[in-house]
């Protein structure tokens, strides 16, 4: 039985596309929304270039992107938000870990070319690093 | 990508790759030890002069630096008279000496040899009690080539061994710039051992609570040997006003350490160090960066007003070079080492509770950290100050009026002579030498005299005219010319055609020619008084041009006042009477670069309001301390707007991220801003102090005074920054808002912004 589901959201439309999937797949299951800010790129949706205090930025408009996201679960209370600030493959799966989850659903990149051979996708890291099953959606 | 993004790079990169960074950093060190060896210094007026053409005609033709022998006693004594023989042919195989001049020759000359009879001996010298032998060297060699010959000079009187009870003191210009090397090589290792002394106490005191926090110091020394690496590959001599850099990078350098160790401890508070760094650093990396590149700008400024005045360019480009690469040591030395020490902190931590929570990442905290009783007492302060906006800057403004008002009473040093440490025993016995023989270098000026005919009876007559009107001027004691030559050896009177003065000429010895004539140019000798001010002294140049001029040099002769002190005296004085040049300038390249990179007119001219006002409160500072305006002086206005800024754009940034943070009022964001980074640029800016203060105990009185006057300059830097910088925001503030509702109202006919408040 799946009781709690962890879905990273950075913004992206695959991570769109997660939100969406676990909406209809899993309705009655409490939700994890989670934004890892990358220190260094923030995340798809947060660019970073603004001035003023970055850090407060990328997490006031991480929350308002899980705030949206939320809006869209037909049980919102249901629905937790966090906010990490932290490298997103390991922030993903110590979540998991710490808050006992039962599955993460999330978007696929599709990181291509050289970037994909250098890095690999987060997903690809996500499935390899966490202690559950990972549902990557397309 | 933004500067933001390249610096959280760049941490990431530290953090992950430290002990790298540092082998690298090993290399670079080794690289710059062998480029310090290759460091050359340069001195006295020398230093001061820039490249001219008719100085390097004269210097090649005519300026024979001198070793000077004074020797005091029985000289015609046979023993002492041995001895000088002895000394003079020993001297005479000595590489790069083209003759040596001493009573032996004349002795010799009558007898063959020095002979056993005192009374054979006065015959030919009389019955000095004192004599000069003059070691003349080859033309245009450099400090460096003639100082070999001084240590020579030292050997042989040694070797010679004059009798007992005959006093010998050898000077001149080569062992004045000798001794004068040594003391500065000696005084800039005191002064950068003193500065790293100063700064220990002032970190421990100072920086309590911090781990590591004596490593800036490390970085920074890190960063003084690269700059070290830097001048000797670049060909960068050490100079008088360049040994002065070095405490200065000291303690400007730490600044940008102490920056980037404050802000990563900061985020240790509430982020793991893997995150820490590159929010860290992309936090502070970039005000940090336009504060090291304003200071290079402010040395900037000072290098291209002073062009021509090599001592003021080397002293700009070392400091340049210096305050980059402090900056780059603080990121690559500090940044590692503290990322290698948290590292093993928590690994050790961990160890030790194998069940702490460190391995879960940290949600979101609110910054309600500890910013220390320091921290408070500042941000409250700039907040009460910023909340009387007015009353502040008008007593800003007020004071810094006073001083700019006062800035001509200010007394200038322009005399090289003064910068040296007036009991240096070069100097004393330079001085001494110039009281027994009437007269030495410093006293003598020469005009360079260039044409086809200068033999020509027509060109003498005009050398005897001038020296006629010359020798009637006040401060000038006689003029000689080879007009004067040749009169000695014509029978007091000059010939009337070309055969008669080629005739007396062929009689004449060669080397008293040489003094006179080589290669197509002449030589005007010019002694004057001693002990002339620096503004007798130019009015002297100014009387000699015109003693020129009056002379009617005859067409196609062209007469040229040269020299060492003729050409920097002049250079020193313009720099000093051109200082708020230099200083506008400096404002001018400052406020250049920040509108570059803010692209905002608020942002680009808040931090230098608090700078003018310490250019204006800095001049009553020196004169409550009397303290005189140096050419080293007069770039510290430029120097100030650079360093100042420093302080005024990481409390200004820190400001604006701030009360960018929505429901957050100015008033807020400046409590935030003087509570948490007030702390760190106080700890930098006493610091600084502290390095500055070093200076204070040189031996040469322009570095002493220049540390007095840093000291205090800082010192109002950081009160200005403090106290000047919110209320100049606040006001700022408001007018920005006005000029957008201004605009709003014009373009939305009547639609009014809603401006923040400011409490």
């Known amino acids: ?138 | 990508m933004s500067l933001r993004t390249i610096f959280a790079r760049l941490g990431r990169l530290i953090q992950s790759r430290p002990l790298i960074m540092l082998a690298a950093v090993v290399v670079v060190t080794g690289i710059a030890f062998s480029g310090a060896a290759q460091i050359e210094s340069v001195t006295g007026d020398r230093a001061f002069v820039g490249e001219n053409p008719t100085l390097n005609t004269y210097d090649d033709n005519f300026d024979r630096g001198t070793i000077a022998t004074l020797v005091r006693g029985e000289v015609t004594e046979p023993a002492t008279m041995r001895a000088i023989d002895r000394y003079d042919r020993r001297m005479s195989e000595v590489d790069d000496v083209e003759q040596v001049i001493s009573p032996a020759d004349q002795v010799r000359a009558e007898y063959g040899r020095i002979p056993g009879s005192q009374q054979k001996i006065q015959r030919v010298v009389g019955n000095p009690d004192s004599t000069v032998v003059t070691i003349v060297l080859d033309p245009g060699l450099t400090q460096q080539q003639s100082r070999p010959i001084y240590t020579d000079a030292i050997d042989a009187k040694e070797w010679v061994d004059f009798p007992s009870g005959v006093s010998v003191t050898i000077t001149g210009s080569a062992a004045f710039s000798s001794q004068l090397s040594g003391l500065i090589q000696q005084s800039t290792q005191q002064l950068l051992g003193l500065a790293v002394g100063l700064m220990v106490i002032a970190l421990f005191f100072l920086f309590r609570g911090v781990r590591l926090r004596l490593l800036p110091i490390v970085a920074v020394f890190v960063g003084v040997i690269w700059t070290f690496g830097a001048i000797g590959y670049a060909g960068i001599p050490n100079s008088t006003l360049t040994s002065s850099v070095f405490p200065i990078l000291i303690g400007l350098g730490i600044d940008y350490s102490i920056q980037f160790h404050e802000r990563y401890e900061e985020e240790l508070e509430n982020h793991r160090p893997r995150e820490a760094l590159p929010l860290a650093l992309g936090g502070v990396g970039p005000p940090v960066l336009v504060a090291m590149f304003s200071a290079a700008l402010g040395f900037g400024a000072t290098w291209v007003s002073t062009l021509g005045s090599p001592a003021f360019v080397w002293f700009a480009q070392t400091s340049i070079f210096g305050v980059v690469l402090t900056f780059i040591t603080g990121l690559f030395v500090l940044l590692p080492v503290l990322t290698l020490w948290v590292r093993f902190r928590s690994t050790s931590e961990e160890e030790a509770s194998p069940s702490s929570e460190s391995e879960l990442p940290p949600q979101e905290q609110t910054g309600s950290s500890d910013v220390g009783r320091l921290g408070q007492a500042l941000g409250r302060t700039s907040r009460t100050l910023a909340a009387n906006p007015f009353i502040v800057l008008s007593i800003a403004i007020v004071v810094a009026a006073g001083g700019f008002a006062v800035s001509s009473d200010l007394e200038t040093t322009a005399d090289t002579e003064e910068f040296i440490p007036q009991d240096l025993p070069a100097y004393t016995d330079l001085q001494e030498f110039r009281s027994v023989a009437g007269g030495g270098d410093a006293v003598q000026y020469s005009i360079l005299v260039s044409g086809e005919q200068l033999r020509d009876p027509d060109v003498l007559r005009w050398m005897e005219r001038f020296r006629v009107i010359a020798s009637d001027k006040q401060q000038i004691t006689s003029v000689s010319t080879p007009a004067t030559l040749i009169k000695q050896h014509n029978g007091g009177t000059l010939p009337e055609t070309k055969r008669g003065v080629r005739q007396t000429l062929a009689a004449i010895p060669d080397d008293q020619k040489a003094r006179y004539y080589s290669n197509g140019h002449a030589q005007i000798r010019i002694t004057a008084e001693q002990d002339m001010n620096t503004d007798e002294e130019l009015g002297l140049f100014d009387t000699i041009e015109a003693s020129i001029a009056l002379s009617q040099p005859p067409s196609g002769v062209d007469a040229k006042l040269t020299g060492q002190s003729p050409v920097s005296t002049p250079s020193i004085v313009d720099q000093i009477e051109g200082r708020n040049a230099t200083t506008g300038l400096g404002f001018a390249l400052v406020f250049g670069a920040l509108l570059l990179y803010y692209r905002n007119l608020l942002r680009a001219v808040a931090p230098l309001v608090p700078m003018l006002f310490v250019i204006g409160w800095q001049n009553l500072y020196m004169l409550a301390l009397s303290i005189s305006v140096s050419p080293l002086g007069a770039s510290l206005g430029a120097m100030s707007v650079g360093i100042g800024a420093e302080y005024t754009i990481i409390v200004m940034e820190r400001y604006f991220e701030e009360v960018e943070q929505t429901g957050i009022s100015r008033l807020d964001a400046v409590e935030t801003a003087g509570s948490r980074v007030g702390k760190a640029i106080t700890v930098s800016g006493m610091t600084t102090v502290f390095g500055f203060s070093a200076l204070t105990l040189s031996p040469f009185p322009i570095l002493a005074d220049f540390g007095w006057l840093t000291v205090g300059v800082i010192f109002l830097t950081l009160v200005a920054s403090l106290a000047t910088l919110p209320p100049t925001l606040i006001i700022l503030g408001r007018l920005s808002d006005k000029i957008e509702s201004v605009r709003a109202n014009k373009t939305a006919s009547g639609n009014i912004v809603p401006s923040e408040t400011d409490d």
Not at chain 1, 88 to 107: E, F, L, R, S
């Open chain 1, 1 to 138: 039985m799946i009781e709690t589901i962890l879905v990273p959201v950075d913004g992206s439309p695959q991570a769109q596309t997660a939100v969406e999937y676990t909406r209809t797949v899993f309705p009655e299951a409490n939700i994890i929304l989670l934004t890892v800010v990358d220190p260094v790129d923030g995340f798809v949706g947060y660019s970073g270039d603004e001035s003023g205090n970055w850090e407060e930025r990328a997490k006031a408009e991480a929350k308002s992107l899980l705030q949206d996201a939320q809006t869209e679960f037909v049980a919102p209370e249901r629905v937790q938000l966090s906010v990490v600030v932290g490298n997103p493959v390991d922030t993903i799966a110590a979540t998991a870990d710490d808050m006992n989850v039962d599955q993460i659903v999330m978007g696929s990149h599709g990181r291509d070319g050289i970037q994909r051979l250098i890095v690999g996708s987060v997903a690809e890291q996500v499935m390899r690093q966490a202690p559950v099953p990972v549902t990557i959606t397309r």
